[in-house]
T-cell receptor, first 115, second 111 residues
Framework: DSGVTQTPKHLITATGQRVTLRCSPRSGDLSVYWYQQSLDQGLQFLIQYYNGEERAKGNILERFSAQQFPDLHSELNLSSLELGDSALYFC??????????????FGPGTRLTVL | QQPVQSPQAVILREGEDAVINCSSSKALYSVHWYRQKHGEAPVFLMILLKGGEQKGHEKISASFNEKKQQSSLYLTASQLSYSGTYFCGTERIQGAQKLVFGQGTRLTINP
């Protein structure tokens, strides 16, 4: 158990819908990262937040957005869902110390299925 | 740019050794190794930093060749529990914290 929690564990929805995935980082960690893992794309970095501010952006679609709240939990919002958005979405957290290389600890993931 | 892992898959018998490589065309600051079992979260194994020493963890160790921008993960006397997909994540700049992962190497250990 990494200490990172994600809800829900599974999500089944229809094309065109909007969903919200939630992540609570390990106690004391300030950075939260979101990754998408699909069969043909591997682990793709989406976005990072540090202490409430967006810090780095990866291959995140405009239909996707994220935020980190004052209590440091984060939410990933996916809208206008398409079949190709079906994937495992992981959240990871790290202490987020500036200018250092942190270990990222991954949560159990949310499996999103778009029908 | 995504690092390239080799081999893509390997099948071993319990007790055999394996080497997994991770290569980048760009200069790297750090390489992070993870193991993931099917349907589960990636589990952190170790980090190798530019200028750092070879790391070890029980029978799993790794090295980082800065000149070649290549890291290798060594699994010796493999156990059934070592089965899974191994990913390397690379960081190009110190503190960037944004990892770019390779496509993974699937390791199967048979009794």
């Amino acid at each position: 158990d990494s200490g990172v929690t994600q809800t829900p564990k599974h999500l089944i929805t229809a094309t065109g819908q909007r969903v919200t995935l939630r992540c609570s980082p390990r106690s004391g960690d300030l950075s939260v990262y979101w990754y998408q893992q699909s069969l043909d794309q591997g682990l793709q970095f989406l976005i990072q937040y540090y202490n409430g501010e967006e810090r780095a952006k990866g291959n995140i679609l405009e239909r996707f957005s994220a935020q980190q709240f004052p209590d440091l939990h984060s939410e990933l919002n996916l809208s206008s869902l398409e079949l190709g958005d079906s994937a495992l979405y992981f959240c990871a957290s790290s202490p987020g110390l500036a200018e250092s290389t942190d270990t990222q600890y991954f949560g159990p993931g949310t499996r999103l299925t778009v029908l | 740019q995504q690092p390239v892992q080799s081999p893509q898959a390997v099948i071993l018998r319990e007790g055999e050794d394996a080497v997994i490589n991770c290569s980048s065309s760009k200069a790297l600051y750090s390489v992070h190794w993870y193991r993931q079992k099917h349907g589960e979260a990636p589990v952190f194994l170790m980090i190798l930093l530019k200028g750092g020493e070879q790391k070890g963890h029980e029978k799993i160790s790794a090295s980082f060749n800065e000149k070649k921008q290549q890291s290798s993960l060594y699994l010796t006397a493999s156990q059934l529990s070592y089965s899974g997909t191994y990913f390397c994540g690379t960081e190009r700049i110190q503190g960037a914290q944004k990892l770019v992962f390779g496509q993974g190497t699937r390791l199967t250990i048979n009794p």
